[in-house]
């Protein structure tokens, strides 16, 4: 059974070791996808997974490929680079009243935005800070256990039921301009309240009730210091490994979960939605794999073009004033 971290991590970029390097691994990437794409049309063509003797660069069916321990490995594609050169040469957005404070806040679909904002918080610092108290294979409904699959052993999540507290601190320590929810995955899974409990889900009425009252608690956390919360609907998952029976990925219950989201933003003043599944959806409940890679999560590169293409104006034109522009000298 897979062991989570039982500790919130820190908002600093530099919070961990490991975390430091996803980060710079993520400015890496974003560095190198901009200087391939401008030459992309020139790359010599290869093989993924076909011998390579340089640390140079290549192409194969949309993707660019780099050379890792010998092997032509998949980087990013063609169409992704393009986008992070477009976005590389998009202004800085310069407003009035000091960078955005944002605090991220759900599952670990919530760590790729939340790493990702960092990234862009490294590059441009005065644009946006950034807390990320993502907490990977937490639920905000808080029960004692989940289960993704028919059959699972139940995975414990009795380490995850006390944000509240953990986040009232932090919310007042940081005093977030807007709070960003994104929590998809686990609101999907089985939830048991007890090991002599029966598994229910979001396609229960009943269930889908508690699961909109915890919600409201988690709003009324993320709001207490005046802040906005911004929460992201759910795109369409599909978990790459075929082995198992998964339940959680069922498109019904992202249908309901989705309703229910409605229904709670409808229900309670000061919660905006986000409409993330507008985004990352395709027809047919298909999945764009260069974008999700392993079907739920989005990929560092496919991470940053959304913060950096769509996030951060969308929260720069909602809370920020644009500074005017610099009139001409006299005469």
């Given at each position: ?29 974003l560095?190198?996808?901009m ?37 032509w ?5 063609v169409?992704q680079?393009?986008?992070l050169?477009a ?6 957005p ?15 679909t ?29 639920p905000?409904?808080?029960v004692e ?5 028919t059959?699972e052993i139940?995975?414990?999540t ?5 944000w ?9 320590e940081?005093?977030p301009?807007?709070?960003l929810v994104?929590?998809?995955?686990m ?13 229910r889900n979001v396609?229960d ?9 915890e919600?409201g608690?988690?709003?009324?956390v993320?709001?207490?210091a ?11 998952m ?5 082995t ?30 986000l409409?993330?599944?507008a ?13 999700r ?5 989005l ?15 969308v929260?720069v ?15």
């Open positions: 059974m897979t062991r989570f971290p039982t500790r919130f991590p820190s908002h600093r970029p530099s919070a961990s070791p490991s975390h430091r390097r996803l980060v710079r691994r993520g400015v890496t990437l560095l190198v996808s200087l391939v794409a401008s030459t992309s049309a020139c790359l010599p063509k290869a093989k993924i997974g076909a011998r390579c003797r340089s640390t140079g660069f290549s192409s194969d069916a949309g993707w660019l490929l780099t050379c890792v321990n010998g092997r490995t998949k980087g990013v594609s169409q680079a393009v986008q050169l976005l590389a040469q998009r202004p800085v310069s407003f009035s009243g000091g960078p955005i404070r944002i605090l991220v806040a759900g599952d670990s919530a760590q790729t935005f939340g790493m990702a904002l960092q990234r862009y918080s490294i590059r441009h610092p005065e644009v946006i800070q950034v807390v990320d108290m993502s907490l990977s294979g937490c905000v409904t808080r256990a989940i289960r993704n699959y059959g139940a995975q414990s009795a380490h995850c039921n006390n509240a507290p953990v986040l009232h601190a932090k919310v007042q940081f005093r301009d807007v709070s994104v929590d998809s995955l609101e999907q899974s089985d939830h048991r309240m007890a090991p002599d409990q029966p598994w396609l009425p009943a269930w889908a009730d508690y699961q909109r009252a919600y608690a988690l709003a009324d993320l709001s207490s005046g802040g906005a919360v911004f929460w992201a609907d759910v795109p369409v599909r978990f790459l490994n075929r198992w029976p998964w339940i959680s990925e069922n498109p019904l219950r992202t249908a309901m979960l989705n309703q229910n989201l409605a229904r709670f933003a409808s229900e309670r003043p000061g919660i905006e939605l409409p993330l599944a985004r990352l959806d395709r027809p047919g409940f298909q999945i764009d794999w260069y974008t890679p392993d079907g739920i999560h990929s560092p590169v496919a991470a940053d073009i959304e913060v950096g293409a769509w996030l951060v104006p929260l034109q909602r809370f920020r004033s644009p500074v005017p522009p610099t009139p001409p000298p006299a005469g």
